[in-house]
C-alpha cells in the first residue's frame, strides 16, 4: 500500500519527499541552448496586455541588449506615452524621428503626443510626415492626421463622438494598432 502512495506520488510529478516549498518565481536561468524572448517582443506583448510600466522595462532591456535603436527608442517613447509622461515621451519620440526619418509608427506616436499636449498645428505637420513616409498605406495614421486636421481647422471641433488617437509599432514588419486609455 505505500509503495503504491508513493509511486503515485512520483507520477504526478512531484517528489513526495522533497520539503521544501514550491518556488512561486519565475526562473531566474535558461536551460543550456535555449534563447531568451527579445526584450522588444516582451514589451509589445506586455503592452498589448495593458501592462505598460512592464513594457517599458522590458523595452529598456531591449536598449542593453540590441543598442538604442529606433525601433527601441520609438517602443520606449510610446510606453511613456501610455503611462502619462508626456514631456518624456516626446523627448524620446524626436530622438527617434531624428535617428531614422523614415520610421513611421515614431512620427506617428510622437503625433499622438503632440496632441495631447496641445500642440495642434504640429501635430498635423508630423501626422503628415508619417503618412507621406507611409503611402498613405495606414487606416489608422489616416485617421489621426483626419482628426488632427479637423481640429487645427476648427478649435473648438468636437471630438466626442470620435475615437481617440491611435497609437502604432511595428511587431513582425507590420503596424497593429495599440489601444489608447
Same mark, same amino acid.
Given at each position: 500500500?505505500?509503495?503504491?502512495?508513493?509511486?503515485?506520488?512520483?507520477?504526478?510529478?512531484?517528489?513526495?519527499? $522533497?520539503?521544501?516549498?514550491?518556488?512561486?518565481? #519565475?526562473?531566474?536561468?535558461?536551460?543550456?541552448?535555449?534563447?531568451?524572448?527579445? &526584450?522588444?517582443?516582451? +514589451?509589445?506583448? !506586455?503592452?498589448?496586455?495593458?501592462?505598460?510600466?512592464?513594457?517599458?522595462? #522590458?523595452?529598456?532591456?531591449?536598449?542593453?541588449? *540590441?543598442?538604442?535603436?529606433? $525601433?527601441?527608442?520609438?517602443?520606449?517613447?510610446? /510606453?511613456? !506615452? *501610455?503611462? +502619462? @509622461?508626456? &514631456? *518624456?515621451?516626446?523627448?524620446?519620440? %524626436?530622438?527617434?524621428?531624428?535617428?531614422?526619418?523614415?520610421?513611421?509608427?515614431?512620427?506617428?506616436?510622437?503625433?499622438?503626443?503632440?496632441?495631447?499636449?496641445?500642440?495642434? /498645428?504640429?501635430?498635423? %505637420?508630423?501626422f503628415q510626415i508619417a503618412?507621406?513616409?507611409?503611402?498613405?498605406?495606414?487606416? =489608422?495614421i489616416r485617421e489621426n492626421? @483626419? !482628426?488632427?486636421?479637423?481640429?487645427?481647422?476648427?478649435?473648438?471641433?468636437? =471630438?466626442?463622438?470620435?475615437?481617440?488617437?491611435?497609437?502604432?509599432?511595428?511587431?513582425?514588419? $507590420?503596424?497593429?494598432?495599440?489601444? *489608447?486609455?
Amino acid at each position: 500500500m505505500l509503495a503504491s502512495v508513493v509511486l503515485a506520488g512520483c507520477a504526478s510529478g512531484t517528489n513526495p519527499f $522533497d520539503k521544501s516549498p514550491p518556488n512561486p518565481y #519565475a526562473p531566474t536561468a535558461l536551460k543550456r541552448g535555449e534563447e531568451a524572448v527579445d &526584450g522588444l517582443t516582451v +514589451g509589445h506583448r !506586455l503592452t498589448a496586455a495593458g501592462e505598460h510600466e512592464l513594457a517599458l522595462k #522590458a523595452y529598456l532591456r531591449a536598449a542593453s541588449e *540590441q543598442g538604442v535603436t529606433v $525601433d527601441v527608442l520609438s517602443a520606449i517613447g510610446s /510606453a511613456n !506615452l *501610455q503611462l +502619462g @509622461r508626456l &514631456g *518624456q515621451a516626446e523627448r524620446i519620440l %524626436r530622438k527617434a524621428t531624428e535617428m531614422d526619418g523614415s520610421f513611421v509608427p515614431a512620427w506617428n506616436n510622437l503625433g499622438v503626443v503632440l496632441m495631447e499636449t496641445g500642440q495642434i /498645428a504640429e501635430a498635423a %505637420r508630423v501626422f503628415q510626415i508619417a503618412f507621406g513616409v507611409d503611402r498613405g498605406q495606414s487606416a =489608422q495614421i489616416r485617421e489621426n492626421l @483626419r !482628426l488632427a486636421l479637423a481640429k487645427s481647422e476648427n478649435p473648438d471641433y468636437d =471630438q466626442t463622438h470620435n475615437d481617440a488617437f491611435a497609437l502604432v509599432r511595428r511587431g513582425t514588419g $507590420d503596424y497593429l494598432l495599440l489601444s *489608447q486609455i
